[in-house]
């Protein structure tokens, strides 16, 4: 089931899927996931952003909506300009 939260301005959607198989004690997760400005219509080109994590997987669907929800929060930040300085190595 696709779960929402806001983030400066910011929808950020988030839907944990299975690596593979029917859902057992051990099974893996991915997700994929989208970010739009409130009220958009995210299925019209250019209203939203889509990402997914389909390589790395996660133990647990809360582990992949959070992991999903943090990348999103990264993706927004980037886009208004808000992300932090980076680090001199």
């Known amino acids: 089931m696709w779960d929402r939260i806001e983030h400066n301005?910011?929808?950020?959607?988030?839907?944990?899927?299975?690596?593979y198989g029917p859902p057992a004690?051990?099974?893996?997760?991915?997700?994929?996931?989208?970010?739009?400005?409130?009220?958009?219509?995210?299925h019209l080109a250019g209203q939203s952003t889509r990402f997914q994590e389909m390589v790395t997987t996660f133990r647990s669907e809360d582990e992949a909506r959070d992991?999903?929800?943090?990348?999103?929060?990264?993706?927004?930040?980037?886009?208004?300009?808000?992300?932090?300085?980076?680090?001199?190595?």
């Open 67 to 89: 992991a999903g929800y943090a990348e999103g929060h990264r993706l927004v930040d980037l886009a208004t300009g808000r992300a932090p300085p980076h680090s001199a190595y």
């Open 25 to 42: 004690p051990d099974t893996l997760w991915h997700y994929t996931a989208y970010f739009c400005r409130h009220g958009a219509d995210a």
């Open 9 to 19: 301005g910011f929808e950020i959607w988030v839907l944990p899927v299975l690596a």
